[in-house]
């Protein structure tokens, strides 16, 4: 069985091991931020009244059998602040015309921008290679995890949820919008920039240019990448579109992936997560009547801890009756708060 659950202070070793699995992420590969990230995430599911801007929330999936972390998601509840605002790039199209010439050309321009006041992001999606393709769908159960958080605690989350998505690299390895504009502004290598800009985004608007970017001047190769995502990203895109994201003429202005968005209250994980009574089942009675067996998620929220499993439940119209293992494995008790999505 997996689970996926709040992060504690224990797990830093495996998150560390996480890191190494992938570049780029919002998952940084050295100890000292990691666990700052920790506790900023403990004390974020531990507060019950905080500024939107403070809210940060990291999850892990166990395989329970093997007793290891195998994969981690995040939530930032707001991103973009008057300190570090949200920065973009808007994809426009922009018309030129000559009289003279009786001729006209319609340009795709980026133009640059900045959200003081962002929206929630989920991000941070990482899974050992090992687990990927698994028949469990682990990297659904990992993103839809925090959609149910959300559920329950629509209080601490904005309005709307930003997903940036990665875009295809070249064979080098590079991004190819990062090559064609940011290394030409700011001097700085894609990493250098992206370390940066953790802590400190002035560079951008300092460096970058005020007006619009033709796109016609950039290379066939950053021209293509725009909007797009790489191959490993596609499954993730068709996802958050078919439950309820849509592309809006955003990239990151960094490598040009497409931010998605969706609003909070549409999205259809948010939507079908309910509020549900759970009893255990009794080892010899007969299973009530009208019963029935249902595949979902189940999540326990209590005292700061949050622990959700996918498995199938007995369910009546009343409540979601649960097995010793499945008790065990939500960290059941009796006055938790508990959150069932069906799938």
């Known amino acids: 069985m997996f689970r996926v659950r709040s992060v504690e202070s224990g797990d830093l070793e495996d998150l560390y091991r996480l890191s190494k699995q992938a570049v780029f992420l919002n998952l940084p590969s050295d100890k000292t931020s990691l666990g700052k990230l920790i506790q900023a995430s403990i004390s974020s599911f531990k ?79 990482v899974l050992m290679p090992d687990y990927r393709g698994h028949k469990e769908r682990l990297g659904k159960f990992l993103s839809w995890a925090r959609f149910m958080y959300i559920s329950a605690r629509p209080e601490d989350f904005g309005d709307e949820v930003l997903a940036e998505l990665m875009p295809p690299f070249n064979d080098r390895g590079e991004s190819p919008i990062w090559e064609e504009l940011g290394r030409k502004f700011t001097n700085l290598s894609y990493a250098e920039a992206d370390r940066l800009s953790r802590k400190n985004k002035e560079f951008f608007a300092a460096l970058f240019p005020e007006g619009d970017i033709y796109t016609c001047m950039l290379a066939g190769e950053a021209r293509q990448a725009i909007g797009e995502v790489g191959p490993e990203t596609e499954p993730v895109r068709d996802m958050l579109t078919r439950i309820g994201f849509k592309y809006e003429n955003m990239i990151d202005p960094f490598d040009g992936g497409p931010h998605y968005l969706a609003k909070t209250k549409k999205i259809k994980p948010v939507k079908d997560t309910k509020t549900v009574k759970v009893e255990m089942e009794k080892a010899k009675a007969k299973k009530p009547a ?8 189940l999540m326990s929220v209590s005292r700061g801890k949050v622990h959700i499993i996918q498995d199938k439940f007995t369910v009546n119209a009343k409540n979601v009756l649960l097995t010793e293992d499945q008790a065990d494995a939500v960290a059941y008790k009796s006055n938790a708060e508990m959150y069932f999505l069906p799938l």
Do not use: C, N, W
Not at 290 to 297: D, E, F, L, N, V
């Open 47 to 125: 507060e019950k009244e905080r500024l939107l801007d403070k809210g940060r929330y990291l999850f892990v999936l166990e395989d329970l059998d093997k007793k290891r972390i195998v994969g981690t998601s995040s939530l930032i509840a707001k991103h973009g602040t008057p300190d570090e605002p949200h920065t973009f790039f808007r994809v426009l199209e922009k018309k030129k015309v000559s009289k003279s010439l009786h001729i006209g050309f319609l340009h795709q321009v980026l133009r640059l921008g900045f959200d003081h006041d962002g929206p929630t992001e989920i991000g941070g999606l």
């Open 290 to 297: 009208k019963a029935s067996s249902q595949s979902g998620y």
